[in-house]
């Protein structure tokens, strides 16, 4: 690991602060440092309380019931021997829940996003379809005896025919998975003359690619607990990347929005899979029909087998270059499949349809993307969010035409690389610098010296790939984000903020941007988040947007703070406000004399200035754009990454050993370093993991693959140790300049992975995950 | 997990009184490491559990020419015994090749060889070297040739009430031994595994050839038609090359989520290949 200072000798400059209530003078003390986060010192001591971690007493256990088939309708539920049994408290159908529909549009959201709308039942009425969907609930005194309870659940199902398969969905004689038809949305893009530009190409390349089903696989699974306060709030306390599902609850529980409280506890993962709602809505029901604590604990085999997994893709890229290496068009046609309901399926789709085309200038291009409904396991969020299988299309493509045209493939990516200024086929014009050149530099040269192979049949290669990720929501979302921040009177400082924290330092790094602007030291901060009835809303821990979002909240309301502060400050210091400062918890005047920040605050209360201010940030918002008009903005801005990797290929059994991974990125501005290069390394790995290993096998909509024995994740032995490379031309859009990195480093792994096998082989795999056998396949070892 | 009843007896001879009086509502526990996972299932549902690990059968030695093993011997001990790495290194190797550290240091030997997985080293292993599996009960005890003990898929011949005590082979001095096997990643159950025993004669030739393949059917086996292609001949590079390659035809595995018949079968001609070329390379190296 190492660290590269400011790319662009962007530090310390003062538009870094991205326009909210900046006072920040350069150099930072806190920002930027290697500050050892609260939540990390807690969690290798083992003192986070997980939601998994939550007793109460009088605590019952609730399960889920769900249905063995794919693809069935429901004669009958009898529950009536599984009521009878020991222990148990309640069992629950579909006829229980007081309002059986669940909205899975765009979780958080307070503005409406038009056709989008997609709903599910809480519990299956007459139909199930996809294996593991839930159709009844149990509560009972023991885990043990929930279970035994669930399995007397009598279920008369009749199977029906069900499509397993997006293209076999589309046909017109595929049996309906939903009665409106199988096609659940369809995005284009048409810019330029893509036919003249294929027409007087130097080479054409074409390709189809394919990648499969992948789970979050957070060690983690789905968990939480419900109880009715003292004060009658359904209080829900779970793992979850968004509070906001509290307005989920109500609706389906009817009762109204502020009857409903959802704390959300440090997650240990979420990657997406804790976007949509997951255990709190099962949850509150139980806890309304029993009036007792209830938690609910998904088993591994439950999470692989029924949680919404990322889509599988269908890619098809036909790609113009000119000789010179420009490229001239790309047509590209995109399939997904959406499993058996919609969640964000069609938002997936939406960011695969804009970055098709890959971090580069494409004056003509064509793309076609559509997604149906399958009965396979759902399909939503996960990291990278449907801007990740395009860069297996794009950049084996891009490797492809390099080799077409007999040119380095590092040299080919840099003359195309997008600018300032340049605009992306769905019409968005880049507002910020692109760093790719130079990511790409810094990538290729961290590999350093070419590893010799170990054995007579092993051969070494090497590869990259780029990709541009967004961060921050949709701007027709109109997304906002708040945040309060507050002295107490010791002068001791409180942050709060809706901010659920994943595990990527989110509340860590919003103490670090209070400590920076109100010179507190940060052992001095108390920070709380992810509280839908104690601290202002913040949104979605998705989207790569957290920092960017209540990032910019904690800065805006910090420095409107520091304003209250100083503005009493320079009162009693009988000097004019430009003249004194915070620092070092007090208050210091430019001639040197300096006032305790408690005396200050004393002052305040006297004064009646609030010591506390409570900060909306908005995001840069627009409407929806026509995609095939071509104009627009879709994403406040975007990150770009290059990763660089070195392996050996056993050219007679296929294996590929991973010898060297280097990953860098533009992060704009690092608040927390270790944070951000735990972000790369951690996306790296999950991106090996979906290049090499990870899948999620259905036969005919049955998963095979519901335990870690068979769905195989890298662990530390699978993967080299990652070299993070962190840019920071301080060009983004979050505090202090930050772009999001949450997502992006877990994008361009798969397509550096299969650009290395051809290097060493010269076979290229065309589909995930690049298991032995597939590349034992394309080396031509097996027929 | 269900509930169940608990008892860690001192003595093989109590363990053995409670295996006969709960037969076969009962299971043995040694390192757990099998069977915790099919308790956390609920695919064993054992109303009662005999836990083994007090009892005395974790001795290793050398006794009336062959190495025995106690049942309750961890892997971890196995790859680490010095008289084990000199008398029979393709258990050194073969026990070093299983799970992950954590594993090896509760797994037992008795606990793989009952358990009887298809993929496993140690199975495996006695196959190559004609083990024989020492079981007792309050009945009495017997003894069982390691072509007798694996009856299928999971399944030996021990019966509910028996225990396996202890399992011993011939030393393999003299020969060159080795095991190669393949694995999704690291640590993993094998897709195949080969194991290889060779002796080259005076005149340099392949005297004795054993080899035996795991991960294909339901029990590991030996693969008599790679052994007599090399049976006589000089052990070159392409001899064994075209032994090895028999091994593919020998062979239908079947298909799973991990991997595909076809790969497997792939997998079975190129680990005999690697395997007879290392126990070739050691048996070679040994002193005449
Ligand atoms: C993550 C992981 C990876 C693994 N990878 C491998 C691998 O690569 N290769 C491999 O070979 N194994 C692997 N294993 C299995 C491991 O080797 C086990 O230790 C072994 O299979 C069982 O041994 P045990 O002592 O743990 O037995 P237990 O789990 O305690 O018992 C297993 C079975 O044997 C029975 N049993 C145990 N001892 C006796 C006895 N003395 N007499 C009669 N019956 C008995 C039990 O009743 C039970 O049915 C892995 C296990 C895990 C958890």
Same mark, same amino acid.
């Given at each position: 690991m190492r660290m590269i200072e400011g790319g662009h000798g962007f530090?310390?400059?003062?538009?870094?602060?991205?326009?909210?209530g900046g006072h920040i003078g350069a150099p930072h003390s806190v920002v930027g440092q290697r500050v050892v986060r609260h939540d990390a010192r807690d969690k290798v001591q083992a003192a986070t309380a997980y939601a998994g971690d939550w007793a109460m007493p009088g605590m019952l256990h609730g399960v889920v019931v769900r249905s063995p088939y794919p693809s069935a309708r429901i004669r009958g539920i009898d529950t009536t021997k599984a009521a009878a049994?020991?222990?148990?408290a309640c069992v629950l159908t579909? =006829?229980?829940?007081?309002?059986n529909t669940l909205m899975t549009?765009?979780?958080?959201?307070?503005?409406t996003v038009g056709p989008l709308r997609a709903k599910l039942h809480v519990l299956a009425e007459d139909?199930?379809?996809?294996?593991?969907?839930?159709v009844a609930l149990v509560a009972a005194e023991t885990l043990e005896q929930a279970r035994d309870a669930a399995d007397a659940v009598e279920v008369d199902y009749e199977p029906r025919p069900g499509v397993f398969d997006a293209e076999q969905a589309l046909a017109p004689d595929a049996p309906k998975v939903h009665d409106e038809g199988n096609l659940l949305a369809h995005w284009r893009i048409a810019r330029g003359d893509v036919d003249a530009a294929f027409a007087g190409a130097a080479v054409v390349v074409e390709g189809e690619y394919r990648t499969q089903f992948v789970d $979050?696989?957070?060690?983690?699974p789905e968990t939480g607990v419900a109880w009715i306060d003292s004060d009658g709030v359904i209080t829900i306390r779970l793992s979850t990347?968004?509070?906001?599902?509290f307005r989920d609850v109500a609706d389906v529980l009817d009762v109204?929005?502020?009857?409903v409280r959802v704390i959300g506890a440090?997650?240990?993962?979420?990657?997406?899979?804790?976007?949509?709602?997951?255990?709190e809505v099962y949850l509150g029901l139980l806890a309304v029909k029993t009036g007792r604590p209830v938690k609910m604990v998904w088993t591994r085999q439950e999470s692989l087998l029924a949680r919404a997994k990322r889509h599988p893709y269908r890619l098809r890229y036909r790609t113009a270059a000119a000789?010179?290496?420009?490229?001239?068009a790309q047509d590209v046609e995109l399939l997904g499949d959406s499993g058996a309901?919609?969640?964000l399926s069609a938002l997936v789709l939406l960011y695969s349809t804009v970055t098709a085309c890959g971090p580069y200038r494409v004056p003509a291009a064509r793309v076609q993307a559509r997604v149906a409904y399958t009965n396979n396991p759902p399909t939503s969020a996960m990291?990278?969010?449907?801007a990740m299988q395009t860069v297996f299309g794009y950049e084996s493509q891009m490797d492809r035409v390099a080799r077409a045209l007999g040119l380095p493939p590092a040299d080919v990516r840099k003359a195309n690389a997008l600018r300032r200024g340049d605009t992306l086929?769905?019409?968005?014009?880049?507002e910020t610098h692109c760093a790719l050149p130079e990511l790409i530099d810094r990538a290729w040269a961290g590999l350093g010296a070419p590893t010799p192979p170990r054995a007579p049949h092993a051969k070494v290669g090497r590869g990259l790939a780029c990709n541009l990720q967004p961060y921050? =929501?949709?701007?027709?979302?109109?997304d906002w984000a708040s945040a309060w921040v507050g002295f107490e009177m010791d002068g001791s400082l409180v942050v709060r903020c809706g901010c659920p924290d994943v595990g990527g330092g989110q509340a860590s790094s919003l103490c670090q941007i209070a400590a920076e602007v109100?010179?507190?030291?940060?052992?001095?901060i108390s920070v709380h988040i992810?509280?839908?009835?104690l601290t202002p809303l913040a949104g979605?821990?998705?989207?790569?947007?957290q920092l960017y979002m209540s990032g910019n909240a904690t800065l805006k309301a910090s420095g409107e703070l520091r304003e209250q502060i100083l503005g009493v400050a320079a009162k009693l210091l009988e000097t $004019?406000?430009?003249d004194v400062d915070l620092a070092g918890g007090e208050v210091r005047a430019a001639d040197g004399r300096t006032m305790p920040l408690r005396q200050v605050l004393a002052a305040c209360a006297r004064m009646g200035v609030p010591r506390s201010h409570l900060a909306v940030y908005h995001a840069p918002a627009g409407e929806p754009v026509d995609l095939t008009k071509g104009?627009?903005?879709?994403?406040?801005d975007y990150t770009f990454g290059c990763h660089a990797v070195e392996l050996e290929v056993?050219?007679?059994?296929g294996r590929v050993r991973l010898l060297k991974h280097v990953a860098a990125h533009?992060?704009?501005?690092?608040?927390?370093p270790m944070s951000v290069e735990g972000q790369i390394e951690g996306g790296a790995v999950q991106g090996l993991g979906y290049a090499m290993m990870e899948e999620v096998v259905l036969e005919d909509g049955i998963?095979?693959?519901? $335990?870690f024995a068979s769905y195989l994740i890298p662990t530390?032995?699978?993967? +080299?140790d990652v070299e993070a490379i962190v840019l920071e $031309?301080?060009?983004?859009?979050?505090?202090?300049g930050a772009r999001g990195i949450?997502? +992006? +480093?877990?994008?361009?792994p798969a397509a550096a992975v299969a650009n290395a096998i051809e290097d060493a082989t010269g076979a290229r795999v065309? =589909?995930?995950?690049?298991t032995p056998e597939r590349v034992a396949r394309a080396l031509r070892l097996l027929t | 997990m269900q509930p169940f009843e608990y008892a860690a007896p001192a003595s093989v001879d109590e363990a053995l009184a409670l295996l006969a009086r709960h037969g076969a509502d009962a299971k043995v526990l040694a390192g757990g490491q099998s069977l915790v996972p099919l308790l956390n299932y609920r695919l064993a549902r054992p109303r009662f559990v005999v836990?083994?690990?007090?009892?005395?059968?974790?001795e290793i030695r050398v006794d009336a020419g062959r190495v025995r093993l106690g049942a309750l011997v961890r892997h971890s001990t196995l790859a680490a015994s010095a008289v084990v790495a000199r008398e029979c290194p393709l258990l050194t190797e073969a026990a070093a090749l299983i799970g992950n550290v954590r594993v090896r240091s509760l797994g037992t030997v008795g606990g793989s060889l009952a358990h009887a997985?298809?993929?496993?080293e140690l199975p495996l292993a006695m196959v190559a070297l004609d083990a024989r599996f020492e079981l007792r009960s309050a009945r009495g005890s017997r003894t069982v040739e390691v072509r007798d003990f694996f009856s299928g898929y999971l399944t030996t011949?021990?019966?509910?009430?028996?225990?396996?005590?202890s399992v011993d082979a011939p030393p393999t001095r003299g020969a060159g031994t080795a095991v190669e096997e393949f694995s999704?990643?690291?640590?993993?159950?094998?897709?195949v595994a080969v194991a290889a025993i060779v002796t080259i004669d005076r005149q340099g030739r392949v005297e004795n050839a054993r080899v035996a393949i795991g991960g294909i059917d339901g029990v590991p086996r030996r693969i008599p038609a790679v052994e007599n292609a090399l049976?006589?001949?000089?052990?070159a590079t392409d001899r064994i090359a075209r032994a090895a390659e028999l091994a593919r035809a020998e062979v239908t595995p079947q298909s799973d989520a991990l991997a595909s018949g076809e790969y497997r079968t792939l997998l079975a001609g190129v680990l005999t290949k690697r395997a007879l070329a290392r126990a070739v390379s050691r048996a070679m190296a040994v002193p005449a």
């Amino acid at each position: 690991m190492r660290m590269i200072e400011g790319g662009h000798g962007f530090a310390g400059d003062p538009r870094a602060v991205g326009g909210v209530g900046g006072h920040i003078g350069a150099p930072h003390s806190v920002v930027g440092q290697r500050v050892v986060r609260h939540d990390a010192r807690d969690k290798v001591q083992a003192a986070t309380a997980y939601a998994g971690d939550w007793a109460m007493p009088g605590m019952l256990h609730g399960v889920v019931v769900r249905s063995p088939y794919p693809s069935a309708r429901i004669r009958g539920i009898d529950t009536t021997k599984a009521a009878a049994m020991r222990g148990v408290a309640c069992v629950l159908t579909a =006829r229980d829940v007081p309002r059986n529909t669940l909205m899975t549009d765009v979780p958080g959201q307070t503005t409406t996003v038009g056709p989008l709308r997609a709903k599910l039942h809480v519990l299956a009425e007459d139909r199930v379809r996809h294996q593991g969907e839930p159709v009844a609930l149990v509560a009972a005194e023991t885990l043990e005896q929930a279970r035994d309870a669930a399995d007397a659940v009598e279920v008369d199902y009749e199977p029906r025919p069900g499509v397993f398969d997006a293209e076999q969905a589309l046909a017109p004689d595929a049996p309906k998975v939903h009665d409106e038809g199988n096609l659940l949305a369809h995005w284009r893009i048409a810019r330029g003359d893509v036919d003249a530009a294929f027409a007087g190409a130097a080479v054409v390349v074409e390709g189809e690619y394919r990648t499969q089903f992948v789970d $979050s696989a957070y060690l983690e699974p789905e968990t939480g607990v419900a109880w009715i306060d003292s004060d009658g709030v359904i209080t829900i306390r779970l793992s979850t990347q968004v509070i906001e599902h509290f307005r989920d609850v109500a609706d389906v529980l009817d009762v109204p929005q502020n009857r409903v409280r959802v704390i959300g506890a440090y997650l240990g993962g979420g990657f997406g899979g804790k976007e949509d709602v997951t255990v709190e809505v099962y949850l509150g029901l139980l806890a309304v029909k029993t009036g007792r604590p209830v938690k609910m604990v998904w088993t591994r085999q439950e999470s692989l087998l029924a949680r919404a997994k990322r889509h599988p893709y269908r890619l098809r890229y036909r790609t113009a270059a000119a000789k010179t290496g420009e490229i001239l068009a790309q047509d590209v046609e995109l399939l997904g499949d959406s499993g058996a309901y919609a969640y964000l399926s069609a938002l997936v789709l939406l960011y695969s349809t804009v970055t098709a085309c890959g971090p580069y200038r494409v004056p003509a291009a064509r793309v076609q993307a559509r997604v149906a409904y399958t009965n396979n396991p759902p399909t939503s969020a996960m990291r990278g969010f449907g801007a990740m299988q395009t860069v297996f299309g794009y950049e084996s493509q891009m490797d492809r035409v390099a080799r077409a045209l007999g040119l380095p493939p590092a040299d080919v990516r840099k003359a195309n690389a997008l600018r300032r200024g340049d605009t992306l086929p769905v019409g968005q014009v880049i507002e910020t610098h692109c760093a790719l050149p130079e990511l790409i530099d810094r990538a290729w040269a961290g590999l350093g010296a070419p590893t010799p192979p170990r054995a007579p049949h092993a051969k070494v290669g090497r590869g990259l790939a780029c990709n541009l990720q967004p961060y921050g =929501r949709i701007v027709w979302l109109h997304d906002w984000a708040s945040a309060w921040v507050g002295f107490e009177m010791d002068g001791s400082l409180v942050v709060r903020c809706g901010c659920p924290d994943v595990g990527g330092g989110q509340a860590s790094s919003l103490c670090q941007i209070a400590a920076e602007v109100l010179g507190v030291p940060i052992d001095r901060i108390s920070v709380h988040i992810a509280d839908s009835a104690l601290t202002p809303l913040a949104g979605t821990t998705t989207a790569s947007r957290q920092l960017y979002m209540s990032g910019n909240a904690t800065l805006k309301a910090s420095g409107e703070l520091r304003e209250q502060i100083l503005g009493v400050a320079a009162k009693l210091l009988e000097t $004019s406000v430009a003249d004194v400062d915070l620092a070092g918890g007090e208050v210091r005047a430019a001639d040197g004399r300096t006032m305790p920040l408690r005396q200050v605050l004393a002052a305040c209360a006297r004064m009646g200035v609030p010591r506390s201010h409570l900060a909306v940030y908005h995001a840069p918002a627009g409407e929806p754009v026509d995609l095939t008009k071509g104009s627009g903005k879709i994403f406040p801005d975007y990150t770009f990454g290059c990763h660089a990797v070195e392996l050996e290929v056993d050219t007679e059994t296929g294996r590929v050993r991973l010898l060297k991974h280097v990953a860098a990125h533009d992060v704009g501005r690092a608040i927390n370093p270790m944070s951000v290069e735990g972000q790369i390394e951690g996306g790296a790995v999950q991106g090996l993991g979906y290049a090499m290993m990870e899948e999620v096998v259905l036969e005919d909509g049955i998963n095979l693959t519901t $335990s870690f024995a068979s769905y195989l994740i890298p662990t530390t032995v699978d993967v +080299p140790d990652v070299e993070a490379i962190v840019l920071e $031309s301080g060009e983004g859009l979050g505090p202090f300049g930050a772009r999001g990195i949450g997502e +992006p +480093p877990i994008g361009p792994p798969a397509a550096a992975v299969a650009n290395a096998i051809e290097d060493a082989t010269g076979a290229r795999v065309t =589909r995930l995950p690049m298991t032995p056998e597939r590349v034992a396949r394309a080396l031509r070892l097996l027929t | 997990m269900q509930p169940f009843e608990y008892a860690a007896p001192a003595s093989v001879d109590e363990a053995l009184a409670l295996l006969a009086r709960h037969g076969a509502d009962a299971k043995v526990l040694a390192g757990g490491q099998s069977l915790v996972p099919l308790l956390n299932y609920r695919l064993a549902r054992p109303r009662f559990v005999v836990d083994v690990n007090d009892l005395p059968l974790d001795e290793i030695r050398v006794d009336a020419g062959r190495v025995r093993l106690g049942a309750l011997v961890r892997h971890s001990t196995l790859a680490a015994s010095a008289v084990v790495a000199r008398e029979c290194p393709l258990l050194t190797e073969a026990a070093a090749l299983i799970g992950n550290v954590r594993v090896r240091s509760l797994g037992t030997v008795g606990g793989s060889l009952a358990h009887a997985d298809p993929a496993a080293e140690l199975p495996l292993a006695m196959v190559a070297l004609d083990a024989r599996f020492e079981l007792r009960s309050a009945r009495g005890s017997r003894t069982v040739e390691v072509r007798d003990f694996f009856s299928g898929y999971l399944t030996t011949v021990l019966r509910p009430d028996e225990l396996l005590t202890s399992v011993d082979a011939p030393p393999t001095r003299g020969a060159g031994t080795a095991v190669e096997e393949f694995s999704r990643r690291p640590g993993d159950f094998a897709l195949v595994a080969v194991a290889a025993i060779v002796t080259i004669d005076r005149q340099g030739r392949v005297e004795n050839a054993r080899v035996a393949i795991g991960g294909i059917d339901g029990v590991p086996r030996r693969i008599p038609a790679v052994e007599n292609a090399l049976r006589g001949e000089p052990p070159a590079t392409d001899r064994i090359a075209r032994a090895a390659e028999l091994a593919r035809a020998e062979v239908t595995p079947q298909s799973d989520a991990l991997a595909s018949g076809e790969y497997r079968t792939l997998l079975a001609g190129v680990l005999t290949k690697r395997a007879l070329a290392r126990a070739v390379s050691r048996a070679m190296a040994v002193p005449a």
